[in-house]
């Protein structure tokens, strides 16, 4: 049985969507416990509109909500009646196995380390995205926690993260890369050059190369490694260029009868077609290299990502991907003193 | 009447496409004269598939090419009769207005530097790169140079771009933002975070605040300052996800008879839309700061870009740009001594 706490308050559509997941979760799998946290009656009030078995879903009570605009330190440390603050000390003490989260993403950060801790040996723990591919999925990482890393955090990532994808999504041997303006090794600002070196001579990882930005959406790299601010960029860009295009091409279409009787002729094929990229399906962002699994959500995540999410905790804890970071970084640490 | 020194020989369609790109600009103005610089037999037999008035075009004989894999400043120091530094020099002797080249981007780079040589009080000259967007054009700027610049070079690159915007493009006073991960103030990079306050007490330009990269191809901002590894990442993202979301729905429309018919009806349409969208349109990415102008185009580009690259280096000279940048750093020196 795998026991996930749920911050029931957290993302733009909290509780209800947030609710909403957790059912079509426990009503998928047998072996999952969902312990919802958050404010009682409004959770409550939720979980009354859905048939779901009742032993699998739990409420932890907490009074507080951390909001997005708050400061993520100061809220984490004032509001210890939080749900965030509540579900991440479920993890701390044992009670729970994961907590999923839409909610402020810098208070999941500071969150998870003050009260979780990091595993041994981990300098900083990145948030990894999985990002829709033309040819799959791949980790981008770290795209939240480190916006100034060190190298050697660089080479923590493409570590976790390798292990992440071999081991939770079920690729062999899975390739790394880093993020870089050429395919060639002298190409890169200061952080990838240094980087390039060390990531090149990790045993326990299988590095490819620079990846440019222009062929991350085409995929074909199952660990793409970078900084946290060139993480966003990326993400955000994603997003924003993909937005714009569809935003444009509806306009181009309502133009004219003619396109507009041709837009209801390819609708459903397009909807197919563009489902595969929906970046839901593959649930939230994972926090490596906690000694617990934190995982967030896009703030605006609905019943699918956080059903998503639960799902892939298990994955996680049946995995033992904590044992198999620490087992790594512990390995290499000893290899680097031999 | 201006005179544009262009490189024959670089990029992926030399010398074909670059000649069909002269043609095409001397037809549509009698001020022009372009000076196509490389070997003289092939571009004479480029010439003579076209009509077009004899006295507004003149071969310049260089009898070496800069490919793209050469290393950029070993390239400009020893081939001194390639057509890029042969190009160059007709900036610096004051023979040409402007240089125009496809090629490699490197070479360019440290060729405008060591060959014609920075405006006085500028750190490092930028590439700025124009992108469509959804409401209009934005001026990105560092996109290819400065990977790990100083947080004073990129308020230098926000106050040439607004004078490029502003004279060149025509946008009254243009606004001015810096690719951040959030809209606070306190987020950022060390870089950005260094960066916003000098932004914020530059007297001389319209400062906005942060762009979040999402917020990029929506558009808004007129000149968008970053180092030039975001820059790229961002440029790539752009193009990479555009190419790939073309590539994903042409397969999807491809997918049933119903949603092939509805293609062949919203192909107009579409087309018109996207045409909107051509970076081509625009021309090149200027090199700003130097004593002379340098455009550079993409590798890939095609008679359009040529042609309205060519276009672009005549607003440049008669809005006297480097003048009014060299009067600006002046004036910004000036105050901040006082």
Same mark, same amino acid.
């Given at each position: 049985?795998i026991k996930v706490?749920?911050?029931?308050?957290?993302?733009?559509?909290?509780?209800?969507?947030?609710? &909403?997941?957790? =059912?079509? /979760?426990? $009503? %998928?799998? #047998? @072996?999952i416990?969902?312990? +919802?946290?958050?404010?009682?009656?409004?959770?409550?009030?939720?979980?009354?509109?859905?048939?779901?078995?009742?032993?699998?879903?739990?409420?932890?009570?907490?009074?507080?909500?951390?909001?997005?605009? &708050?400061?993520? =330190?100061? /809220?984490? $440390? %004032?509001? #210890? @009646?939080?749900?965030?603050? +509540?579900?991440?000390?479920?993890v701390?003490?044992g009670?729970a196995d994961a907590f999923v989260?839409?909610?402020?993403?810098?208070?999941?950060?500071?969150?998870g380390?003050?009260?979780i801790g990091r595993i041994k040996g981990v300098?900083?723990p990145p948030f990894g995205a999985l990002?829709?591919?033309?040819?799959?999925i791949?980790l981008?990482l770290d795209?939240?926690?480190?916006?100034?890393?060190?190298?050697?955090?660089?080479?923590q990532f493409a570590q976790m993260g390798s292990i992440y994808m071999e081991h939770v999504i079920g690729i062999e041997k899975p390739?790394v890369?880093?993020?870089?303006?050429?395919?060639?090794?002298?190409?890169?600002?200061?952080?990838?050059?240094?980087?390039?070196?060390?990531?090149?001579?990790?045993?326990n990882i299988?590095?490819?190369?620079?990846?440019?930005?222009?062929?991350?959406?085409?995929?074909?790299?199952d660990v793409?490694?970078?900084?946290?601010?060139?993480?966003?960029?990326?993400?955000?860009?994603?997003?924003?260029?993909?937005?714009?295009?569809?935003?444009?091409?509806?306009?181009?279409?309502?133009?004219?009868?003619?396109?507009?009787?041709?837009?209801?002729?390819?609708?459903?094929?397009?909807?197919?077609?563009?489902?595969?990229?929906?970046?839901?399906?593959y649930g939230g962002a994972p926090m490596l290299g906690l000694k617990g699994l934190v995982v967030k959500?896009?703030?605006?995540?609905?019943?699918?990502?956080?059903?998503n999410s639960i799902l892939q905790c298990q994955t996680f804890k049946e995995q033992k991907i904590n044992e198999k970071i620490k087992e790594c970084l512990e390995a290499e640490?000893?290899?680097?003193?031999?």
């Amino acid at each position: 049985m795998i026991k996930v706490a749920l911050d029931a308050m957290g993302g733009d559509n909290a509780p209800a969507e947030i609710i &909403e997941g957790a =059912v079509a /979760a426990v $009503r %998928e799998r #047998k @072996d999952i416990l969902v312990m +919802v946290v958050g404010r009682e009656k409004e959770i409550n009030a939720e979980l009354k509109k859905h048939t779901y078995p009742k032993e699998q879903i739990q409420v932890v009570p907490a009074s507080e909500v951390i909001a997005t605009s &708050e400061h993520p =330190v100061k /809220a984490i $440390r %004032e509001k #210890k @009646d939080s749900s965030m603050v +509540v579900g991440l000390k479920l993890v701390k003490t044992g009670e729970a196995d994961a907590f999923v989260s839409a909610g402020n993403s810098g208070a999941i950060l500071a969150g998870g380390q003050i009260i979780i801790g990091r595993i041994k040996g981990v300098e900083r723990p990145p948030f990894g995205a999985l990002i829709p591919t033309e040819q799959g999925i791949s980790l981008l990482l770290d795209c939240g926690a480190s916006v100034d890393p060190r190298p050697s955090m660089l080479v923590q990532f493409a570590q976790m993260g390798s292990i992440y994808m071999e081991h939770v999504i079920g690729i062999e041997k899975p390739s790394v890369g880093i993020v870089n303006i050429g395919a060639e090794e002298e190409k890169g600002n200061a952080l990838v050059q240094e980087t390039f070196p060390l990531l090149k001579a990790c045993r326990n990882i299988h590095f490819v190369g620079s990846v440019e930005a222009r062929d991350i959406p085409k995929g074909g790299t199952d660990v793409v490694v970078c900084d946290a601010f060139t993480g966003n960029v990326v993400l955000k860009m994603y997003e924003g260029t993909a937005a714009m295009l569809y935003g444009v091409m509806k306009k181009g279409l309502m133009s004219s009868l003619r396109s507009k009787l041709g837009a209801l002729l390819i609708l459903p094929a397009l909807k197919k077609t563009l489902k595969d990229f929906d970046a839901s399906r593959y649930g939230g962002a994972p926090m490596l290299g906690l000694k617990g699994l934190v995982v967030k959500t896009h703030g605006s995540a609905k019943r699918t990502e956080i059903h998503n999410s639960i799902l892939q905790c298990q994955t996680f804890k049946e995995q033992k991907i904590n044992e198999k970071i620490k087992e790594c970084l512990e390995a290499e640490e000893q290899e680097n003193q031999e």
